[in-house]
């Protein structure tokens, strides 16, 4: 069977009873994670910027509903808003291949929504999304010894992320879901580096035209366009205009439908970036469990430093990006406010003198700096870079600590309690106690849902 037969009849057959239960959990956890992070961006202006945008420029049927908002939009407009917005604190899931979940997840709640699908329907599209698009994601990743400053699309292959669970949702057939996935490989960006450069915000309106171009590509698919079945396959097929130097075609059907690969993803503890995560996991340990707070402080030592990851600006950090991707920054907030979330990113946060003065005690250790696309290379093999910190007190004492795994990586994953509290976490500001546990029972149960026509209450 050809690789865009086998994926199309892999996602198109799979039913709910076919999928073991820990593969189901992980939907959910994937679910609560990213909604969560959605609604733990309520405070920050660009989320309501994104809402404004949305609210002006997406018009039509009111089919789903605006995260924090609660006004109904669009199919395709409701989609892009709320995908931008799980990205927005950077609070998601990280996979090998970026953030799929900030697309795969937006894309199956305003199907289900819109469509009065099915608890299951929508689990299972989920499963079935993330194993389609991490196989297209694979077979087109940059050979190894690749330089990710000079492109990673990570934004560019998610359009698979939201086409793969949406054309599910939609019932199509077979060879329906093979055109749509054939019109995503005509619609996806070009990788570039630039807003990693920049450090804009417009990275995360990305992850939105990804998520409504492949939910579009579905609708297209439906509608009847045709002609693009077998994009996956022969001299002509996707991955060899990919502008990569080698395709590993042998990833789109690799252990499809016994390796489950949302089992392999990591979701974060932090809302920072991935390669944060086990420096504040350390730092986090060091508070609760030796005592250590901000004026103990003399200097920290971060070994190995991370590739792009020890910025330090005595000035003040004036992008959020910024910031998220700073060990020293992000070392600083937590000290200084030990609960995460978007206060951690206000505009006064990032310039405030106390935190920029503790942040500036943070060095990177005399190790090699560690490489950032051989560090994802050491994650899709099953392992994680490791992270020494050493604590130097005012009265002292030095304290070091190690991790290999960070909390959430698949060898560390969150369990769902701690998923449930994170989400607790997460949405203290943007729902009540009594919502955050409505919800929570909600998505803790949502196979048990026959329609889910009024999801969309949850989401505000």
Request: with cysteine; hydrophobic share 40%; charged share 20%.
């Amino acid at each position: 069977m050809n690789n865009s037969t086998a994926l199309s009849q892999f996602a198109v057959n799979l039913k709910y009873e076919d999928i073991p239960a820990e593969v189901t959990e992980m939907a959910k956890k994937m679910a609560i994670q990213t909604i969560g992070a959605a609604l733990a961006s309520k405070e920050m202006d660009f989320t309501q910027s994104v809402l404004d945008f949305s609210k002006k420029y997406s018009t039509g049927p009111s089919d789903a509903t605006l995260m924090l908002d609660g006004g109904k939009t669009s199919l395709l407009g409701a989609v892009f808003a709320n995908s931008i917005i799980a990205d927005n604190i950077d609070w998601e899931d990280c996979s090998w291949t970026g953030h799929p979940s900030a697309g795969l997840i937006p894309a199956a709640l305003a199907l289900a929504e819109s469509r009065g699908k099915s608890g299951k329907d929508f689990l299972t599209a989920i499963v079935a999304g993330f194993e389609v698009y991490q196989r297209i994601a694979m077979v087109i990743q940059p050979p190894r010894g690749f330089k990710s400053n000079i492109g990673w699309g990570l934004t560019s292959w998610q359009i698979f992320a939201s086409c793969a669970p949406a054309a599910k949702m939609m019932d199509l057939t077979a060879e329906q879901y093979e055109q749509a996935l054939g019109i995503a490989g005509v619609l996806m960006a070009v990788p570039n580096s630039l807003v990693h450069y920049t450090m804009s915000n417009v990275y995360h309106y990305q992850h939105g035209f990804c998520a409504q171009d492949g939910v579009l590509s579905a609708m297209l698919a439906e509608h009847g366009v045709d002609g693009m079945n077998g994009a996956f396959d022969g001299p002509n097929g996707f991955g060899e205009h990919h502008l990569v130097s080698a395709q590993e075609t042998a990833w789109y059907q690799k252990e499809l439908g016994s390796r489950w690969l949302i089992m392999e993803t990591l979701l974060k503890h932090w809302p920072t970036n991935m390669w944060v995560q086990a420096s504040l996991d350390i730092m986090d340990a060091f508070m609760k469990e030796d005592g250590v707070t901000a004026a103990d402080i003399e200097e920290i030592i971060v070994d190995p430093p991370t590739e792009r990851r020890m910025t330090l600006r005595p000035e003040g950090y004036d992008k959020i990006i910024e910031a998220q991707y700073s060990i020293p920054y992000c070392i600083a907030a937590l000290l200084l406010d030990p609960t995460p979330g978007p206060q951690w990113y206000t505009a006064e946060r990032m310039h405030d003198p106390e935190l920029l003065a503790l942040a500036s005690k943070v060095k990177p250790g005399p190790s090699a700096e560690q490489d950032l696309q051989e560090s994802f290379n050491t994650f899709q093999d099953g392992d994680f870079v490791s992270k020494t910190i050493t604590v130097k007190c005012r009265d002292g004492r030095v304290l070091s600590r190690s991790l290999y795994y960070p909390k959430g990586h698949p060898k560390n994953q969150l369990t769902m309690e701690e998923v449930c509290e994170r989400f607790r976490v997460q949405t203290r500001n943007a729902l009540s106690p009594e919502k955050a546990e409505a919800v929570l029972n909600t998505l803790m149960n949502i196979e048990n849902l026959e329609d889910m026509t009024a999801v969309g209450e949850i989401l505000y």
